[in-house]
């Protein structure tokens, strides 16, 4: 009988203690690990971000993201040929625009010559495979530094923003780009825009509205690296852009813009904002974007310089998690780095 109790007491003690569900078991090897990843990340999921400057042979760094260059047009057309051949689809370019034409009114946002409207058309001619997102808002044209024109308050009026980023949204569809992407949080741009598009046969230009873009301090390095800040001064856009608070909202303005013409929409920021992310993609179903902005890039790149966080692995992690989320792709400074790991 001891025998006996010792086997009953063995056999009770193996039941309690060692479940026949193992997670860890398919965990054990790679070749299951893989049979059971829920989510992926390709080079197909990367927008990369770029800054141009006027001119030739030039390149800047920028302080605040190391490892970020603005460049001049002829130096983009050859990252971008590599960023092509790295298989990312698509660059979501920004402006360096000179003081000189920046003004109350941001003419030069709209000029058929100015440095966006040339850009595509040359990256268009020398990378037509690629696709060419354009920034529409005004900041990088103001004397203020603020993404409208002002009225006599100081408030940015809607409305007349809207007219000015109409004229904008059109000059670069017609200098061919792809992806007109409105980051300028106005109300009912959307709409007005792909009125225009359609009026004009521009039927196939896209629309990536930033439909849930925050009033966020994590853009501060952008703005450096596009010489927005120094003019902007302690203003902030938390009459336009979304208070951090808010998640409904931000569907608010996700339905908003698709309903006006919207083929594809942004949360912005990325990471702090995962839960809006989630949220848009569950609800609505439809292509669903995020940017990982400049002040994650430079929280990033931080730790990496320190010798912190394991640069390769963590900037991985950090785009797995907006596929994880729901997000269709990520705008990412990381993207050209990110596609070479991704192709190891
Ligand atoms: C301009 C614009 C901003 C960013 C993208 N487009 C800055 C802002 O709204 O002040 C931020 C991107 C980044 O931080 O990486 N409307």
Known sequence: SGYLDRRITLSLFTARQYPSTRLRRMRKDDFSRRLMRESTLTPGDLIWPVFVLDGQGRREAVPSMPGVERMSLDLLIDEAHEAYELGIPALALFPVIDASLKSELAEEAYNASGLVQRSVRELKAACPELGIITDVALDPYTSHG???????????????????????????????????????????????????????????????????????RYYGPFR?????????????????????????????????????????????????????????????????????????????????????????????????????????????????????????
């Open 146 to 216: 603020q993404d409208g024109i002002l009225d006599e308050h100081g408030y940015v009026h809607n409305d007349r923003t809207v007219e000015t980023l109409l004229k904008q949204a059109l000059s670069h569809a017609e200098a061919g780009a792809d992806v007109v992407a409105p980051s300028d949080m106005m109300d009912g741009r959307i709409g007005a825009i792909r009125a225009v598009l359609e009026q004009e046969q521009l039927h196939n230009t896209r629309i990536m509205a930033y439909s849930a873009k925050y009033a966020s």
């Open 224 to 344: 450096d690296a596009v010489g927005s800040a120094a003019n902007l001064g302690k203003a902030d856009k938390s009459t336009y852009q979304m208070d951090p608070a808010n998640s409904d909202e931000a569907l608010h303005e996700v339905v908003l813009d698709l309903s006006e013409g919207a083929d594809m929409v942004m949360v912005k920021p990325g990471m702090p904002y995962l839960d809006v992310v989630q949220r848009v993609k569950r609800e609505l179903k439809v292509p669903t974007f995020a940017y990982q902005v400049s002040g994650e890039y430079a929280m990033h790149m931080a730790a990496f310089e320190q010798g912190w966080l394991d640069a390769d692995a963590v900037l991985l992690e950090s785009l797995m998690c907006f596929k994880r989320a729901g997000a269709d792709g990520v705008l990412t400074y990381f993207a050209k780095r990110a596609a070479r790991l991704l192709a190891q």
